[in-house]
């Protein structure tokens, strides 16, 4: 498995599934084309390719360069690379029939395949050299942002700040933080809390 310092986009869970056996990344989907109608997940977007760099990996169909370019004009170019799968036809093993154009999506790529599209787009592998501890459960309980009767109210304020999606849950909130800064800057901003 490659540990790479950037994000990675897809367009669905079943190719997060895939690249999530063969990569050490976040990887954020858009749920399709709910991407283009859903401004707290750009935002969001935005965010991680300034803070890590973002990878953006879609089907090579008509749909997944729709979603493609969208985000290629919508997001800052700097922090962007695009990864390419080539064409080939079949099809996924999990659906009866191919796709419209008959070509296999992300999640119907071999291993090789992907990490080849991955290097070619300047992938960055992460220094493992110095291991950086991740901010916890724990840290958001000491923090008030969980356990407590207002923490639910503390940590939608805490989501509204940051520009982060309304309707994230537990796990997703600390995996975004995670995405966002390092536990260094969480406990020095938010880890004492006052009340």
């Known amino acids: 498995m490659i540990k790479l310092r950037q994000a990675i986009v897809v367009e669905g869970r079943y190719d997060k599934n895939t690249l999530a056996q063969i990569v050490d990344a976040p990887i954020i989907e858009t749920g399709g084309f709910g991407v283009m109608h859903d401004r707290e997940l750009l935002g969001f977007l935005r965010q991680v390719a ?10 090579s169909d008509g749909a997944g360069f729709v979603i493609r370019n969208y985000l290629k004009g919508a997001l800052p170019k700097e922090y962007v690379l695009h990864a390419y ?5 079949g099809k996924e093993r999990r659906k009866a029939q191919p796709g419209k154009e008959g070509k296999l ?4 790529m071999r291993p090789e395949v992907l ?3 991955l290097k070619n787009a300047g992938a960055e592998p992460e220094e493992t050299s110095q291991p950086t501890s991740k ?3 724990t840290d958001l309980f000491l923090a008030g942002l969980s356990g407590g009767k207002e923490s639910a109210e503390k940590r939608r304020k805490l989501q509204r700040q940051l520009l982060l999606p309304e309707h994230l849950g537990s796990n ?23 009340d």
Do not use: C, H, S, W
């Open 50 to 59: 300034e803070k890590r760099g973002l990878i953006i990996l879609t089907d």
């Open 85 to 89: 799968i080539p064409d080939i036809r």
């Open 105 to 108: 999506g992300v999640e119907g």
């Open 115 to 117: 990490l080849a599209a």
């Open 135 to 137: 901010i916890t459960k």
């Open 172 to 194: 997703a909130f600390l995996d975004a933080l995670n995405l966002l800064m390092t536990r260094e800057e969480f406990l020095k901003q938010y880890g004492a809390n006052d």
